[in-house]
């Protein structure tokens, strides 16, 4: 009997673990989804490096007092997936959030974005932003904009001082 005992502590304990290292942590209630979507999710998922697992319930609620997320227990209820990110914080919020709009079937319940709880508002206003890959690009094309504004206008007076000598 024990070792059940200690089955549900180290599994508590790995959840807790999950719950405090993620970036983002986002809980769904994936009931009417036929086997094939739920692969399909789990393969979008895997490729953006999400860990996506089914947890009990009971198991969940005594991780999330242990990792003081408590706010999460109202989303507790029925069949959840949770979805762990340890490097992107957009990346599951984004995937989930399409998905849901193709699979009305998902639900979006609750999460924890860098330690904090999230409501399902705030995750669908974070599947908005841009990628990780997108906000650089857009960083990158603010600060190559005055270096190519000073090459266009060098260039220009240049070719009109050519103009002026060929006259």
Do not use: C, W
Request: aromatic residues 2%; negative net charge.
């Amino acid at each position: 009997m024990s070792s059940v005992i200690e089955q549900k502590q180290q599994l508590v304990s790995e959840i807790t673990t999950k719950l405090r290292e993620s970036k983002s942590t986002i809980v769904v209630d994936y009931r009417g989804l036929n086997v094939s979507e739920v692969t399909e999710l789990r393969k979008k998922l895997r490729d953006a490096g999400v860990e996506f697992k089914v947890y009990k319930n009971s198991m969940t609620r005594r991780a999330v007092e242990g990792a003081e997320l408590t706010g999460l227990n109202d989303a507790l209820t029925g069949p959840n997936a949770i979805a762990f990110s340890n490097e992107d914080v957009v990346a599951p919020a984004k995937i989930l959030n399409d998905f849901a709009k193709d699979h009305e079937k998902l639900e979006i319940k609750a999460g924890v974005i860098e330690g904090n709880v999230a409501t399902v508002e705030e995750i669908k206003a974070l599947a908005t932003l841009p990628s990780r890959e997108g906000l650089l690009s857009m960083l990158l094309s603010v600060l190559q904009a005055p270096i190519r504004n000073l090459a266009l206008v060098t260039k220009a007076v240049a070719d009109q001082k050519e103009e002026e000598q060929g006259a």
